[in-house]
């Protein structure tokens, strides 16, 4: 499975939104009726981070700017009012081969 | 709130044999997979491999024959071998639990003659 993240690179005004898409290369509707789509941060010189899990639902002390949307193989995550400590690269990921985006970059203007 | 500590070699010679080893604390092991997964420019992120604590494995197909990810329940350790490795095997690798919500610090790994 193929995991095409698009805009390579976003540069946000602080309070601005920004969206970040992805699409597979297949559906990664499971058998079991769920969607294993993942989005992760990599802040600056860390380890990336889980921000959602399972197309849409936040992980624990995410906050509740960041959403996740989509199905089939259109997945998007929105940040609704970007912050200077949103600053990294992106990541989305399926949940089925564990198949990761190339990233997309996000600064501050 | 659960940690993982990574530790290994960060030099190696082509051929060589890469070993690494995962350390959980603060935590349960069990009832989780536990990941291996390293980053490169070239490749960016790419799971490399889980366990369980039975040592059921999952590999990544294009990995899988220079692959052996085991465990040490005793110690909550988990580890990874990668046999004869190359320039492109040259990476930060990290370990991570389940759906990766819990990472390490990631080791730079680099494979030079």
């Known amino acids: 499975i193929a995991m095409t993240q698009t805009p390579l690179s976003l540069s946000v005004s602080p309070g601005q939104p920004a969206s970040i898409s992805c699409n597979s290369s297949?559906?990664?509707?499971?058998?079991?009726?769920?969607?294993?789509v993942y989005w992760y941060l990599q802040k600056p010189g860390q380890s990336p981070q889980l921000l959602i899990y399972?197309?849409?639902s936040r992980f624990s002390g995410v906050p509740d700017r960041f959403s996740g949307s989509g199905s089939g193989t259109d997945f998007t995550l929105k940040i609704s009012r970007v912050e200077a400590e949103d600053v990294g690269t992106y990541y989305c990921?399926?949940?089925?081969?564990?198949?990761f985006g190339r990233g997309t970059k996000v600064e501050i203007k | 709130q659960v940690q993982l500590q990574q530790w290994g070699a960060g030099l190696l010679k082509p051929s060589e044999t890469l070993s690494l080893t995962c350390g959980v604390y603060?935590?349960?092991?069990?009832?989780?997979?536990w990941s291996w997964i390293r980053q490169s420019p070239e490749k960016g992120l790419e799971w490399i491999g889980e366990?369980?604590?039975?040592?059921?494995?999952n590999y990544n197909p294009s990995l899988k024959s220079r692959l052996t990810i085991s465990v040490d329940t005793s110690k909550n350790q988990f580890s990874l071998k990668l046999t004869s490795v190359t320039a492109t095997d040259t990476a930060v690798y990290y370990c991570?639990?389940?759906?990766?919500?819990?990472w390490g610090q990631g080791i730079m790994v680099t494979v030079s003659s």
């Open positions: 991570a639990r389940g759906v990766f919500d819990v």
């Open positions: 603060y935590g349960s092991f069990s009832g989780y997979y």
């Open positions: 366990i369980d604590q039975r040592g059921n494995t």
């Open positions: 297949q559906s990664l509707l499971h058998r079991s009726g769920k969607t294993y």
């Open positions: 399972e197309v849409s």
């Open positions: 990921m399926e949940g089925i081969f564990r198949t």
